[in-house]
């Protein structure tokens, strides 16, 4: 079958690579959209050479309504719950086919989390030659942010809001990469749209890799977060530099490198920006007790990735994608 | 050469013989034997082609539906509440138009719980947008599987090749497999041309908002219906190959005067034919073989049914609280005929029960009945149900 494909063509187009736009303008996302930017960063570091199987969600949404499309790749999108399932199915072809063709699954969190979890295991359980990315907004933003499993504990999402008897969300955000690395896969990492360089390193890692690869992308939603679309920077950084979302890659289930935070900021900081957060502000000892919690989350994780550095690194929390400070910019 | 083998086995030979590049599939009963024997013809290396080993019947249809989409032809086969696990990929892969091929061993559904045949899962599928073939015995399961690749591959659609669990896949009968040349020469390379290439990327699975959906919708639904003469065609050429036809989309046997007609759909055919046999002093019946259940063929129905003025439906499933699923879809059918047969709707042989010889005298006594039978469970013992269920 391997005749059928023009193996010249595709040669030229990864020649052109840098220039790729895989997700191109025009799409519906919201300004400030961190899923959109995510999207193009990640697409842009695959290049054309590549089968994207698309979760239902937000991106999916944004970026497909027919007669028009966004996407200049080839995209399929079948449902929820089995882009990894697809992507499978897609990997599996271009076995038999001998193409050298790169697989990847996309999905938010409420399809990598949640519904399609089952599936996601599934295929790296089976160590197809498939990277997967999830955008992680922490809700379900498509359908008017309702709770997921990867809501951080005390955000108000319409599904848990801030009662009388309720401080948000009851439960702890889902410790998904460990669940991941008990697959022993090859590559899992965690990046953010805050971190460019860091992230399209990370999807080369994973792509370049044998086997299954993932992605956790932390991709800030002005809309359902409840903050300016024009900090989805700022609020993105402040997760890493917090400790509330650390930066770390993973071989084989064991975490083999971490960015480094050089001065911690306190979780208030970071939460301040968002409505989502609001009620954990007011005058009330419940107040006080969640924000100390989730400060804890924080020092925890600081604590378990060895986070801290007192030295400057070119690709810590501070010189990364910040070429005023001397840090490596679009590596 | 004739064999006899196993109704599983035999269709597994099928589909490797159709040449198929991606398996993927979870294991039920009474499907199980299927994908055993593909697994066992791959480790032998009889057949090149990637099997996945998927974690549920959800992920199954799902890797054959990327594959399919890559530009691989894809086969899986499943049962009962796989069948139902299913369900949203099944419309999913329907209504993206990929065309591939299942195997439904069919089962009934729990609860209660079963593991024994009858039609209740296909059944349940019949709007989900697939063409949908009933097998009556195994050497019809293995032809109607080489035909379905053809007829989705030309239909863009795909096809679900049903046949009765256990009745059929647990069955030795004598098989005539074809060779590798006649089913060659009878399905060509799978090609689709939406077939996902970063040479020339296209968008599938796009959001289609109320302006565009119900001429999706129209697409489909002509698509299925021009499939009739797809599934017609591939049972003539494939008669001309291997001298076998399966009956196209329906086909009827019996006297041209015969006023009674007995219209089933599966392995019951075979009782039916063979009853018939026994007891000829109960007068002339034509049997009437519905094999394609989607496409529904309407007007094909009418011409077979021209004549008669008892048809009998005698099906192995049922709409709780509406009736029989083909007997309404019959009486819908020939309602415009003039005249149009009485029509009595019998379900039977549910959830693995023996359907005997003497379901056919039993039938032809009924349809004497004054008053035409709108739906009833014909093999149903009151004695077994407790007093207030009767």
Request: proline share 6%; net charge negative.
């Amino acid at each position: 079958m391997a005749s059928d494909f023009d193996h010249e063509s595709i040669a030229e187009l990864q020649r052109k690579q840098p220039a790729f736009r895989g997700l191109d303008a025009g799409h519906m996302a919201c300004p400030g959209c961190g899923q959109a930017l995510g999207a193009r960063l990640v697409t842009e570091a695959i290049g054309p050479d590549v089968i994207i199987a698309n979760a239902t969600g937000c991106l999916e949404v944004f970026t497909s309504a027919w007669p028009r499309s966004s996407w200049r790749v080839p995209w399929i999108h079948s449902l929820f719950e089995n882009a990894p399932a697809v992507a499978s199915g897609i990997e599996a072809a271009l076995k038999v086919q001998g193409r050298p063709t790169k697989v990847v699954a996309l999905g938010g969190d409420g399809g990598t989390f949640d519904i399609g979890l089952q599936a996601l295991s599934g295929m790296l359980e089976r160590n197809h030659n498939v990277l997967y990315v999830c955008f992680d907004n922490e809700a379900y933003m498509n359908t008017g942010v309702q709770r997921s499993s990867s809501t951080p504990h005390a955000a108000m999402t319409t599904t848990s809001p801030r009662g009388k008897q309720r401080m948000g969300k009851r439960h702890l955000k889902k410790d998904l990469l460990s669940i991941i690395g008990a697959h022993h896969i090859p590559y899992a990492a965690t990046a953010t749209v805050a971190y460019p360089s860091d992230l399209r390193a990370k999807v080369r890692r994973g792509l370049e890799i044998e086997g299954a690869a993932f992605v956790l992308v932390h991709s800030p939603c002005p809309l359902g977060w409840d903050h300016d679309g024009a900090l989805s920077i700022e609020v993105a950084r402040l997760a890493v530099q917090t400790g509330l979302f650390p930066l770390i890659e993973m071989e084989r289930g064991t975490v083999v490198s971490a960015m480094h935070i050089r001065s911690v900021r306190p979780v208030v900081d970071y939460l301040k920006l968002q409505g989502r957060f609001r009620h954990l502000f007011e005058d009330a000892p419940e107040a006080r007790e969640e924000l100390q919690h989730l400060q804890q989350i924080a020092n925890h994780n600081l604590e378990l990735y060895a986070l801290r550095s007192d030295q400057p690194e070119a690709l810590d929390s501070e010189s990364a994608d910040t070429a005023r400070r001397g840090g490596l910019r679009w590596s | 050469m004739i064999d006899a083998i196993e109704g599983s086995a035999a269709v597994a030979r099928a589909v490797a013989l159709c040449r198929p590049q991606v398996i993927a599939a979870y294991p039920i009963t009474p499907q199980t034997h299927i994908v055993e024997n593909l697994a066992q013809l791959i480790a032998d290396g009889k057949l090149r082609c990637e099997m996945v080993s998927v974690e549920s019947e959800f992920s199954a249809a799902s890797v054959v539906l990327g594959a399919a989409a890559s530009g691989a032809r894809a086969y899986t086969a499943s049962a009962a509440q796989g069948i139902l696990l299913m369900t949203e990929v099944l419309y999913n892969i329907a209504g993206l138009r990929i065309p591939l091929v299942l195997t439904c061993a069919n089962r009934a559904i729990g609860a209660p719980v079963s593991a024994w045949n009858d039609q209740q899962d296909s059944m349940a599928m019949r709007d989900a947008g697939w063409i949908q073939l009933y097998c009556a015995d195994n050497q019809e399961a293995v032809d109607t599987t080489i035909q379905a690749y053809r007829i989705a591959e030309r239909s863009e659609l795909p096809v679900m090749v049903c046949m009765d669990g256990f009745t059929l896949t647990h069955t030795l009968e004598p098989i005539d497999l074809p060779t590798q040349e006649q089913v060659d020469s009878f399905l060509p390379p799978y090609r689709f041309k939406r077939a996902l290439d970063p040479l020339s990327p296209i968008t599938i699975g796009n959001l289609v908002t109320p302006e565009y959906y119900s001429e999706a919708r129209y697409v489909h639904h002509h698509a299925l219906l021009r499939a009739r003469a797809e599934i017609a065609a591939a049972d003539q050429d494939w008669a001309r190959i291997s001298g076998r036809t399966c009956g196209g989309l329906v086909s009827v046997d019996g006297p041209e005067d015969a006023r009674v007609g007995i219209l089933s759909i599966g392995s019951v055919m075979g009782t039916l034919y063979d009853a018939r046999d026994e007891f000829p002093d109960l007068g002339a019946v034509k049997l009437i073989k519905l094999r394609s259940m989607r496409p529904f063929p309407a007007e094909e129905l009418q011409g077979v049914c021209a004549g008669l003025s008892e048809l009998i439906v005698l099906e192995r499933a049922l709409s709780p609280g509406g009736g029989g699923i083909v007997g309404a879809e019959v009486r819908a059918a020939l309602c415009e005929m003039e005249p149009a047969p009485r029509i009595h709707n019998f379900a039977a042989g549910l959830g693995g029960r023996d359907m005997p010889l003497k379901i056919y005298p039993a039938l032809l006594e009924a349809a004497k009945a004054p008053q035409a039978t709108r739906f009833a469970i014909l093999d149903v013992d009151l004695t077994k149900v407790a007093e207030e269920d009767r």
